[in-house]
C-alpha cells in the first residue's frame, strides 16, 4: 500500500502528478500558471483528465531571480489551501526543498513534500513526520538547489541514485515518515548529464527492485532535448518513448506537464508488461 496523505493506493496502481507552476518563468509552461485563476484553472483541467496528484511549485528549478522563503510560501501557501478546499479528495504535493516552506504548506492542506533538492534542507524529514504526510526522496548527487551540473562524474550513475535515496529515506523513517509513505527519485536531469540521465532510464529496473516505490520526472526535459535536438516546445514524443521505458521498468509515479498522453503510455505499457488487461478485448472473439 501506498499513503499520500488522506489517501492510499494499491501496490499495483500507476499514478499520474501533472505539474501546476506557481511561477512566471518555468522553462516549460514560460508563466502560463502564474496568475492564480489560470493555475486554479490548471488544477481543475488535469484532475477532470485524470491526474491522482498536482505537484505545485513556487520555484523554478533553474538559475535565476533569488526567491525567498517569504516569497516561496506567498505563491503557494494560499494556493494549497483553496486547493484543498475545492479538492478534497485530490492528493497535493508541493515541490520544496525548504523546512519552513513545507510546514506552512502542511498546515495549509499538503499530502506530499516533494523534495526535488535531494536533502538540501535536513530539516524537512522532521515537517513531514509532524504533518504525517508522504515525501519525495531524490538524488542530486549533493547538487546546490537552482544550480545546473558541470562536469558531474559518477563511478556508477545508477548505484549512486540508489545509495543516496535509500539513505534519505531511512532517514525519513527515522524522524518518523510512515514507510508506507517514503518514495525514491532518480532526479533525472538534475546534478546529471545526458548520459547519466540515459542510464538511469535503462536500468530504472534496478530502483525498482529496492521495493520502494520509483517516482520519475521526465516530461520535456533537457536529456530527451539532446538526445532527439529538439526544442523545449517538441519534446513530447520524445518524453513519451522514455516514459514507456520506465513505466515497463515498473515505475510507480509519472511527473508530467501532458496527463492524458502520459496516461495513455504508462497503461499501454503496463498491458504489454502483463500488468494490466486490456480494457475490452473482443478482437477474433466476436
Known amino acids: 500500500m501506498l499513503r499520500l496523505g488522506r489517501q492510499t493506493f494499491a501496490d499495483d496502481q500507476t499514478l499520474v502528478m501533472a505539474i501546476v507552476n506557481r511561477t512566471p518563468d518555468s522553462f516549460f509552461d514560460k508563466g502560463a500558471t502564474w496568475a492564480e485563476e489560470k493555475a486554479h484553472e490548471r488544477v481543475a483541467s488535469v ?5 491522482e496528484i498536482v505537484d505545485i511549485g513556487g520555484i523554478k ?28 479528495g485530490l492528493v497535493i504535493s508541493v515541490d520544496t526543498w525548504r523546512a519552513e516552506v513545507g510546514d506552512a504548506v ?31 526522496c531524490t538524488h542530486t548527487g549533493g547538487a546546490t538547489p537552482r544550480t545546473r551540473p558541470f562536469r558531474v562524474e559518477y563511478e556508477d550513475v545508477v548505484r549512486a541514485a540508489i545509495d543516496d535515496t535509500m539513505a534519505y529515506a531511512d532517514r525519513a523513517v527515522a524522524a518518523g515518515v510512515r514507510e508506507e509513505s517514503v518514495i525514491i527519485d532518480p532526479a533525472h536531469d538534475f546534478g546529471k548529464n545526458t548520459f547519466h540521465s540515459l542510464e538511469v532510464t535503462r536500468r530504472l529496473g534496478e530502483m525498482v527492485a529496492t521495493g520502494r516505490p520509483v517516482l520519475v520526472s521526465l516530461s520535456n526535459k533537457d536529456f530527451v532535448g539532446e538526445s532527439l535536438d529538439l526544442p523545449v516546445g517538441e519534446r513530447l514524443i520524445g518524453t513519451l518513448a522514455a516514459t514507456t521505458a520506465c513505466a515497463l521498468a515498473g515505475a510507480r509515479i509519472y511527473r508530467v506537464h501532458q496527463v492524458v498522453e502520459t496516461r495513455q503510455t504508462v497503461d499501454m505499457a503496463n498491458v504489454i508488461a502483463g500488468r494490466l488487461l486490456p480494457a475490452r478485448a473482443i478482437r477474433g472473439l466476436q
Do not use: T, Y
Open 106 to 136: 502542511c498546515q495549509a492542506g499538503a499530502d506530499l513534500l516533494n523534495d526535488a533538492w535531494g536533502g538540501a534542507d535536513p530539516e524537512l524529514v522532521d515537517v513531514a513526520a509532524q504533518h504525517d504526510v508522504a515525501m519525495v
Open 47 to 51: 484532475v477532470a483528465q485524470g491526474a
Open 61 to 88: 528549478a533553474a538559475p535565476g531571480v533569488e526567491i525567498s522563503a517569504a516569497e516561496e510560501k506567498a505563491r503557494v501557501v494560499d494556493f494549497v489551501a483553496r486547493v484543498r478546499e475545492e479538492h478534497p
